[in-house]
């Protein structure tokens, strides 16, 4: 398996609030993992959020028991949401904070991911597939059937989030499973990357010949060609799995 894991403060942030964490290796009973988290709440709450939430998931599965990866998953998030929360309420300039997770484990040919926010994960085989489902104002409205995606309306409210780590006691979770096949790859990302590339422009560079390092290294550059406005968080990987299906 090969991974790269970027951020960059982008063309219009002073502060970086977006935080990454890339392993191929184990950590604790899982057999690697892969973070993209986007915190919220002010300079210092959002930086606070996301570095907070990423470090303290890798201790907990670290001493993690092994229930399962998607049980460990959801135990670990359920915690830490709650260690958030308590500090929220704690310091007063850290009340309101949050951040997005998106979340990924490779076992085997199997995938397993868990996500709050709208940061995103993509499998990308041949063209570009969105796995995550962004809990947002504007997606609920889609789902609803009362607004259409990509319309003025959902481009202007695009950044309401509906669901963060951090600022309730309680947290909903969504997973997925995702069966891997061969040149398949992986991408999590932050919104300050899938507001500034369109699908097309994402899929043409992962696809390309370039070293995987200078892929993300090349979908930061178009994110901050294309206005930078945002934090851009980038963790590209490549399973590499054989040919009966296992890395």
Same mark, same amino acid.
């Given at each position: 398996?090969?991974?790269?894991?970027?951020?960059?403060?982008?063309?219009?942030?002073?502060?970086?609030?977006?935080?990454?964490? /890339?392993?191929?290796e184990p950590v604790g009973v899982l057999p690697n993992l892969f973070l993209v988290a986007d915190g919220m709440g002010g300079h210092q709450a959002g930086d606070y959020a996301s570095r907070f939430i990423a470090e303290n998931l890798?201790?907990? $599965?670290?001493?993690?028991?092994?229930?399962?990866?998607?049980?460990?998953?959801?135990?670990?998030?359920?915690?830490?949401?709650?260690?958030?929360?308590?500090? /929220?309420?704690?310091?007063?300039?850290?009340?309101?904070?949050?951040?997005?997770?998106?979340?990924?484990?490779?076992?085997?040919?199997?995938?397993?991911?868990?996500?709050?926010?709208?940061?995103?994960?993509?499998?990308?085989?041949?063209?570009?597939?969105?796995?995550?489902?962004?809990?947002?104002?504007?997606?609920?409205?889609?789902?609803?059937?009362?607004?259409?995606?990509?319309?003025?309306?959902?481009?202007?409210?695009?950044?309401?989030?509906?669901?963060?780590?951090?600022?309730?006691?309680?947290?909903?979770?969504?997973? $997925?499973?995702?069966?891997?096949?061969?040149?398949?790859?992986?991408?999590?990302?932050?919104?300050?990357?899938?507001?500034?590339?369109?699908?097309?422009?994402?899929?043409?560079?992962?696809? /390309?010949?370039?070293?995987?390092?200078?892929?993300?290294?090349?979908?930061?550059?178009?994110?901050?060609?294309?206005?930078?406005?945002?934090?851009i968080a980038v963790v590209l990987m490549e399973p590499q799995l054989g040919r009966e299906g296992s890395l």
């Amino acid at each position: 398996m090969k991974a790269c894991a970027m951020t960059d403060t982008g063309r219009v942030r002073s502060a970086n609030q977006d935080y990454v964490f /890339s392993s191929i290796e184990p950590v604790g009973v899982l057999p690697n993992l892969f973070l993209v988290a986007d915190g919220m709440g002010g300079h210092q709450a959002g930086d606070y959020a996301s570095r907070f939430i990423a470090e303290n998931l890798v201790a907990h $599965f670290k001493m993690a028991n092994d229930t399962g990866t998607v049980a460990v998953l959801k135990d670990g998030i359920e915690k830490v949401n709650q260690l958030l929360y308590q500090e /929220s309420k704690k310091k007063p300039e850290l009340n309101g904070m949050g951040t997005t997770l998106v979340a990924a484990v490779v076992e085997d040919s199997t995938m397993y991911v868990a996500n709050v926010g709208d940061s995103r994960l993509y499998l990308i085989r041949n063209q570009l597939k969105q796995i995550t489902r962004d809990h947002s104002y504007v997606e609920e409205l889609v789902s609803l059937g009362q607004l259409e995606r990509g319309s003025k309306d959902y481009r202007e409210k695009k950044n309401i989030i509906t669901r963060a780590v951090g600022t309730e006691d309680k947290l909903e979770i969504d997973f $997925f499973e995702v069966s891997l096949e061969p040149g398949d790859y992986i991408l999590l990302c932050s919104d300050g990357l899938s507001n500034m590339l369109e699908d097309a422009e994402i899929e043409e560079i992962i696809c /390309s010949e370039l070293e995987l390092p200078e892929k993300a290294e090349k979908l930061i550059t178009v994110a901050n060609d294309n206005g930078g406005k945002d934090n851009i968080a980038v963790v590209l990987m490549e399973p590499q799995l054989g040919r009966e299906g296992s890395l």
